[in-house]
């Protein structure tokens, strides 16, 4: 079946724009993840949905950074008034339910900041 | 929280040698320890994983075994090849945070 997706595999933005990342988790997974991943480094845990339940945004960075998911599907990641330092590629993955079942991750979103 | 140390940041292996990459975790109720290779440009995906309840696992060239009461684990490529270049990270799932934590990665180069 189709793996997990995400749109658009770029983009580049002002400083001060906001930006909509999407994601489609692969079919009947019920967790669903996003990471930033920073040129050169480690993927660094961002927020978490499981199900119905209300999400782990634990790792949000900054009030700027918010995440929705409809039901099982998908997910849209937003980032209000971008900086620099946000340029990175985002990363989504989902899994069948709970942490522990392995994660597959999509291609990322490749976010530029000017 | 967890922490997951991850080394060497960067190992260069001539082609049909072994490579060892090594993780430690910090949280003991950690049970679950994936890998995952990632090219470059490309999605990280997942080579082998390990859980809490066995010591070794095997899958043709590549091996994880864990440690859990020293709290580490590493991953083993027998056979090194061209085509196993890439970035590799470990991670840990923590029980108390119910998160996946990954390590910082390492880069793999097989010279021919």
């Known amino acids: 079946g189709a793996g997990v997706s995400q749109s658009p595999s770029n983009k580049v933005t002002e400083k001060g724009k906001d930006v909509e990342l999407r994601c489609d988790p692969i079919?009947?997974?019920?967790?669903l993840y996003w990471y930033r991943q920073r040129l050169g480094q480690g993927l660094e845990f961002l927020i978490y949905?499981?199900?119905?339940?209300?999400?782990?945004k634990s790792g949000l960075p900054s009030d700027r950074f918010s995440a929705e998911r409809t039901g099982e599907s998908v997910s849209t990641l937003t980032i209000q008034r971008t900086q620099q330092e946000d340029s990175a590629v985002y990363l989504c993955?989902?899994?069948?339910?709970?942490?522990?079942?392995?994660?597959?991750f999509g291609p990322g979103t490749r976010l530029l900041v000017l | 929280g967890e922490n997951v140390e991850q080394h060497p940041s960067t190992l260069s292996v001539q082609e049909g040698d072994s490579a060892v990459i090594k993780c430690t975790y910090s949280?003991?109720?950690?049970?679950?320890f994936p890998w995952y290779k990632q090219e470059l440009g490309k999605r990280p995906q997942l080579i082998i994983d390990?859980?809490?309840?066995?010591g070794e696992k095997k899958d043709q060239r590549i091996a994880v075994t864990l440690n859990k009461t020293a709290k580490h684990f590493s991953l083993h490529i027998t056979e090194t090849q061209p085509e196993d270049s890439a970035v590799y990270f470990c991670a840990s799932f923590s029980g108390s945070a119910r998160q996946l934590t990954f390590g910082s990665g390492t880069q793999l180069t097989v010279l021919p």
């Open positions: 079919s009947g997974h019920t967790a």
């Open positions: 993955a989902s899994s069948l339910g709970g942490v522990e079942e392995t994660q597959y």
């Open positions: 949280d003991s109720a950690s049970n679950y």
């Open positions: 949905f499981q199900g119905n339940s209300a999400p782990d």
């Open positions: 390990i859980r809490s309840n066995v």
